[in-house]
């Protein structure tokens, strides 16, 4: 599904991507990990086509993000990391328009979702708490079943029983529509529960990657630990 090769995007001294490669198989949860800055973002934004690469190659299931970001987003779903909706619309409004202009959408799925994070859409967004916001994000980055699902700290805002719910929802799509994740998050119960694969970052740069076995937590702590972990100064 994803094929990134010798990645660049530099911004400035450490700031950017600096010759990532990486694959995501098709039906594959990828988790990626790293501390703020540490490049994530800028990666995500690549692979979706909204920044163009100062050099190397990008191809999301044989499409090239940034000659054809429209294809792409035909069969995708995103939540970014800082969630911006209409706030004078009200959620149902907003989720119907988001509902005609995504290519196979189902709205009888929208309204499942809706129940499954227990959401009443019918006020205005602006009126909404975060973790509400967060729910209408996620509807609409999956109402159509997407083949391929971006998610930047996809729980932000939602409390402990609506990430289980969020977890079900992922679970679902990759058992039913064969749907291929990749999720940045500082979570790692989350990260440990749903990816096949995890990849760390550290200043731009994909330092390691390894395969997270019988869901271990503990097994991701260790390597976060290992490989940011500073001298306290105090």
């Not at 400035?12 to 594959?28: H, K, M, P, R, S």
């Not at 995708?76 to 989720?95: I, R």
Request: glycine share 8%; proline share 3%.
């Amino acid at each position: 599904m994803v094929s990134i090769n010798n990645l660049n995007k530099k911004y400035a001294e450490n700031i950017g991507n600096f010759d990532i490669n990486l694959t995501i198989l098709d039906g594959q949860t990828y988790g990626i990990i790293g501390p703020n800055g540490a490049g994530k973002s800028t990666m995500i934004r690549q692979i979706l086509g909204f920044v163009k690469p100062d050099s190397g190659e990008i191809n999301i299931n044989d499409i090239n993000p940034v000659i054809n970001a429209k294809a792409l987003m035909e069969f995708t779903g995103y939540v970014s990391g800082e969630v911006a909706l209409y706030g004078n619309m009200t959620g149902t409004k907003y989720l119907k328009l988001v509902h005609s202009l995504k290519k196979d959408a189902d709205w009888e799925f929208v309204e499942l979702l809706l129940k499954h994070f227990d959401i009443n859409a019918s006020q205005k967004i602006k009126k909404m708490s975060k973790g509400m916001k967060q729910k209408i994000a996620l509807i609409c980055a999956t109402m159509n079943k997407p083949k391929f699902l971006v998610l930047d700290e996809p729980t932000s805002g939602l409390d402990p029983i609506m990430q289980e719910q969020f977890n079900d929802l992922i679970r679902k799509l990759q058992k039913d529509h064969g749907t291929t994740v990749l999720i940045c998050s500082h979570i790692f119960e989350e990260v440990a529960k749903l990816c096949n694969k995890v990849g760390f970052i550290k200043d731009g740069r994909l330092i390691e990657e390894f395969e997270v076995k019988n869901n271990d937590i503990n097994q991701i702590n260790e390597r976060f630990k290992k490989l940011y972990t500073k001298e306290s100064v105090l």
